[in-house]
Nanobody, 120 residues
Framework: QVQLVESGGGLVQPGGSLRLSCAAS????????MGWYRQNPGKQRELVAV???????NYADSVKGRFTISRDNAKNTVYLQMNTLKPGDTAVYYC??????????????WGQGTQVTVSS
C-alpha cells in the first residue's frame, strides 16, 4: 500500500516562511513526478508546484519567486519551501505523486493534506 505523508503546515504571520515535506512509502517501483496542490473550501484544487523525475520544475504564477520545490529521490520525499507568505496562500496543501507501485499500474496518489494559515 502506497502512502504519502505530509508534515510542516501550521500558522504563520504574513511575510513568514514554512517548509512542507511529503514522504512516499510502500512498495514503489518508480516515481515520475511529485508536487503540491492547494485547495480552499468551495474552490477547485490548484497546482502550486511540480517537479518531474527529470526536467524542469513548474510553478503557479502566484507563487513564482516565493516558493521553491525540491526532491530527494533517495528518500522518495518532496519539499516545498514557502517564503514571503501572504494571506492568499492560506489553504490545505496536498502532496501529489505520479508513481508506479510494484506489480501495479501507474497512477496518481495524494496525501491527506496539511493546513497552512497565513494570518496576523
Amino acid at each position: 500500500q502506497v502512502q504519502l505523508v505530509e508534515s510542516g503546515g501550521g500558522l504563520v504571520q504574513p511575510g513568514g516562511s514554512l517548509r512542507l515535506s511529503c514522504a512516499a512509502s510502500g512498495s514503489i517501483f518508480s516515481i515520475y513526478a511529485m508536487g503540491w496542490y492547494r485547495q480552499n473550501p468551495g474552490k477547485q484544487r490548484e497546482l502550486v508546484a511540480v517537479i518531474p523525475s527529470g526536467g524542469s520544475t513548474n510553478y503557479a504564477d502566484s507563487v513564482k519567486g516565493r516558493f521553491t520545490i525540491s526532491r530527494d529521490n533517495a528518500k522518495n520525499t518532496v519539499y516545498l519551501q514557502m517564503n514571503t507568505l501572504k494571506p492568499g496562500d492560506t489553504a490545505v496543501y496536498y502532496c501529489y505523486a505520479d508513481l508506479r507501485p510494484l506489480g501495479r499500474a501507474r497512477g496518481d496518489y495524494w496525501g491527506q493534506g496539511t493546513q497552512v494559515t497565513v494570518s496576523s
